[in-house]
């Protein structure tokens, strides 16, 4: 719970909000102390004191006066000008009562009004903070946990946090057993008096059913909103491969703060109705009440009803109705929000990945060479290793194919370039420098990637072309477009470059998206580039146009192709082949074959002509 009790202090970031909605809270409380406190020993004066005869409001006024340790503090013109009659001081006196009352409601309303606005306020914040040390943790740690777990965090976590923290500062205990209790002493006490205090109920069940019809409609906006939220944390996250090798965890968070903005204002819209709907209905019981006074008191002083039952009824009728609220008690909000405070409170306590340091120097442009030297590395939880001993080295302008049987490690190789993961032992060195020791946003602004599965997201063509890269003009977009082959099919698209993609790109052919990937990678102009089976299960025209596309790219850069067609490992300077985490031999085309028996296996079973 001690994570519960640090988000909570951090409510008082807005002290102004909070004043406010504690001292509206405590006028409220005020406000109510003083009705009852003052309706009881009024009423026993108007209905009759020592003497057992009713006064008026003169006569009440005269004694107040005498009884008062001031004497003559009522002014002789004000009880002159008072109306006389007993039942008249007892109309003046509710209305006096009713207006106490709205005020006592007035300052409710606000007092829930400030508090919402405080939580929702915090918990945007608390929301923004856990995404944005989602999107800069490890690959490893979030791989290891599982994204459906980090996104429940950023949202699902968040939400019963709310709960706890509204319960915290809007709500009272609810004391149900008492409100029963005390309608079961009001049924005993004269049970038509209590049947005749529900006839309020069909207007309240109207008024509750109106406001809950604009809750729900709102709450509908609210859940859209949220839907949002969750679209993109897991978007962000199924793609973070993506999102990493193009520094654009900034461009993510900025992303992600403008849709939990509109949620934000959803939840505010939701505040408004919620807050008002329990003064107006207290409104309502008190008006019903004052209406059932009124009768009583009429019957009273006709003689058919007893003061004292009267009183005791009416007491009992008011407890219970300010205690049958159908709310989740305090404690129990807060015990709920306990867990998936603790959750939260792991998360935003994790460190980032490593290389994010503002003291870290900036890596200069790749000029030299890449060399993987001596590499070890198991994924978090296995039990074997990834990669065992791995030593690999790339000139500048070099292309170099990896192939091996699936499960050697392949993609891990290539993943290790751009700090996606850092080896337990061994070091990646470009032009002889350790990546570890410097930027890792240097690091990545100089590489491409272009994968077997392309990550699309919800945004227009030209978006995701850009995505990554700030200060992009249209016509770098259109060149990279048409160096990639993707102008042609961009063009037919009804909207153009301003087409909305489907979620991950669904609503684009395989290659379509493979081109879009190659556009990506060509506008960073990067000087590594990575090509992780960039042609696989895609259709013979689209390979061809893609094929073209890479293979014009390349050119002059240093590039790193994990190979499964066969012009591709034929193409390539260098073709380094690996199993079962280990590089087993390297070396061109004929020479492995002739060498190399799983080279030959390979060649023979798993690399496939390219497309004629």
């Not at 009759?48 to 009522?74: H, K």
């Not at 405070?341 to 060479?369: F, M």
């Not at 170099?400 to 190789?413: E, F, R, Y």
């Amino acid at each position: 719970m001690d994570a519960f009790w640090t988000f909570a202090k951090s409510m008082l970031r807005y002290k102004r909000l909070v004043v406010l909605a504690v001292l509206f809270a405590a006028l409220s409380a005020a406000g109510l102390g003083v009705g009852l406190v003052a309706i009881k020993p009024v009423l026993d004066i108007v209905l009759g004191g020592e003497s057992g005869q009713a006064v008026g409001l003169p006569e009440l006024l005269t004694r107040l006066d005498n009884d008062s340790p001031i004497s003559g503090w009522v002014p002789n013109w004000l009880i002159d000008a008072v109306p006389s009659g007993p039942f008249t001081a007892v109309v003046i006196i509710l209305c006096g009562l009713g207006v106490l009352t709205v005020l006592g409601a007035m300052a409710n309303f606000l007092h829930q009004y400030f508090a919402l606005t405080v939580v929702h306020r915090t918990v945007a914040n608390v929301r923004r903070k856990a995404f944005g040390t989602l999107v800069h943790m490890p690959l490893a740690q979030v791989v290891a946990q599982g994204s459906g777990d980090s996104v429940s965090r950023v949202v699902n976590d968040t939400a019963h946090l709310a709960q706890g923290l509204n319960a915290l500062l809007s709500k009272a205990v609810a004391q149900i057993t008492k409100g029963v209790g005390a309608f079961i002493a009001a049924l005993i006490l004269n049970w038509p008096l209590t049947l005749a205090a529900l006839i309020i109920a069909p207007l309240l069940v109207t008024v509750i059913r109106k406001l809950g019809k604009r809750i729900r409609r709102a709450a509908r906006s609210a859940l859209e909103s949220q839907a949002g939220l969750l679209h993109a944390s897991t978007e962000a996250m199924q793609g973070l491969r993506v999102v990493k090798v193009h520094t654009a965890e900034r461009y993510e968070q900025g992303r992600f703060h403008k849709i939990n903005k509109e949620f934000l204002l959803q939840q505010l819209r939701v505040r408004t109705a919620r807050a008002i709907a329990g003064p107006l209905v207290e409104v309502l019981s008190i008006i019903a009440v004052g209406a059932l006074t009124l009768g009583a008191v009429w019957l009273i002083l006709e003689g058919r009803l007893e003061k004292s039952e009267f009183l005791l009824t009416l007491a009992a009728l008011a407890f219970a109705g300010g205690s049958l609220k159908p709310l989740t008690g305090l404690v129990n909000d807060i015990q709920q929000s306990g867990a998936a405070a603790d959750r939260l409170a792991q998360l935003l306590a994790a460190e980032p990945e490593p290389g994010h340091g503002a003291a870290l120097p900036k890596l200069p442009r790749h000029a030299e060479s890449i060399e993987l030297r001596d590499i070890e590395f198991t994924y978090p939880g296995a039990d074997v290793r990834a990669l065992a001993g791995v030593s690999v080295r790339v000139e500048r302008g070099q292309t170099v194919a990896v192939v091996g049987p699936n499960g050697s490690g392949k993609t891990t190789l290539l993943a290790l370039v751009p700090r996606l993961f850092d080896p337990e032992r061994g070091s990646v060195l470009i032009d002889g420098r350790d990546v570890k020791d410097y930027s890792v946003r240097s690091l990545r602004r100089q590489i491409g990637v272009v994968t077997q599965e392309t990550v699309l997201f919800r945004a227009s063509i030209r978006d995701n072309i850009a995505y990554g890269a700030s200060g992009i003009s249209e016509d770098r977009i259109r060149e990279a477009a048409r160096q990639a082959h993707a102008e042609g099919f961009i063009d037919r698209l009804p909207e153009g470059y301003d087409t909305i993609c489907g979620e991950q790109g669904l609503t684009l052919s395989g290659g379509q998206r493979q081109r879009i990937a190659i556009a990506r990678a060509i506008l960073r102009d990067p000087a590594i580039l990575i090509l992780d089976e960039a042609t696989s299960m895609i259709d013979a025209e689209s390979e061809a146009k893609i094929t073209q596309a890479i293979a014009e790219f390349a050119r002059g850069r240093t590039s790193l192709v994990v190979a499964h067609r066969l012009s591709t490992v034929l193409g390539a300077d260098r073709i380094v082949v690996m199993d079962r985490g280990r590089v087993i031999d390297q070396g061109s085309h004929d020479e492995l074959m002739q060498r190399c028996e799983i080279y030959n296996q390979i060649a023979r079973r798993q690399l496939v002509p390219a497309a004629s």
